[in-house]
């Protein structure tokens, strides 16, 4: 992800999230020297989606995530997430985490199938009251990825 990639970035976000992130959120991730936001794009070159990774130390954490609505359920969602999980393991993540809406069963269901399990609750996490739920996936001292898809 590079600068000129933030207005199609944003337009996804905004059509994803009822809280979308600003720019000034993505340009913070663009400076941060612990993160490393990435795009996928379509053949036609078009950002059908990006994800937004991050490192402290040995755990990483996936902060946002997201794939343009007409190109959902073409598998992009998992390139985006084991891409990620791969790179922060070759960088010495020994887990990953990621919060995600209750409701949101899709992503769930993804993330479990990726190997991730899920860890926990934050409570009346959303700007609706719905709860997060904690999900984790285990590197394996460092060295895995996450299943194919």
């Known amino acids: 992800m590079t600068e000129g ?3 199609e970035v944003l337009q996804i976000e905004s059509d994803s ?3 979308p992130w600003t720019r000034d959120h993505f340009v913070a991730e663009l400076a941060s020297p612990r993160s ?8 036609g070159g078009l950002i059908a989606g990006y994800i937004c990774p991050t490192l402290l130390f040995d755990e990483g954490e996936i902060l946002d995530v997201a794939v343009r609505r007409d190109f959902r359920g073409q598998g992009i969602g998992a390139l985006l997430v084991t891409h990620a999980v791969a790179e922060l393991a070759g960088r010495g993540a020994r887990t990953v985490h990621l919060e995600v809406r ?5 992503a769930r269901t993804l993330y479990r ?4 399990a899920e ?4 409570p009346r996490y959303y700007e609706n009251g719905e709860d ?6 285990s590197t394996d001292e460092g060295e895995g990825s996450p299943h194919a898809v």
Do not use: E, I, K
């Not at 860890?119 to 934050?122: A, H, I, K, L």
């Open 5 to 7: 990639d933030l207005d």
């Open 17 to 19: 999230f009822p809280r």
């Open 36 to 43: 490393f936001p990435v795009v996928a794009r379509s053949p």
């Open 102 to 106: 209750v409701s949101n069963t899709s």
């Open 113 to 116: 199938r990726l190997g991730f």
């Open 119 to 122: 860890t926990g609750r934050r």
């Open 132 to 137: 997060a739920v904690l999900m984790t996936y």
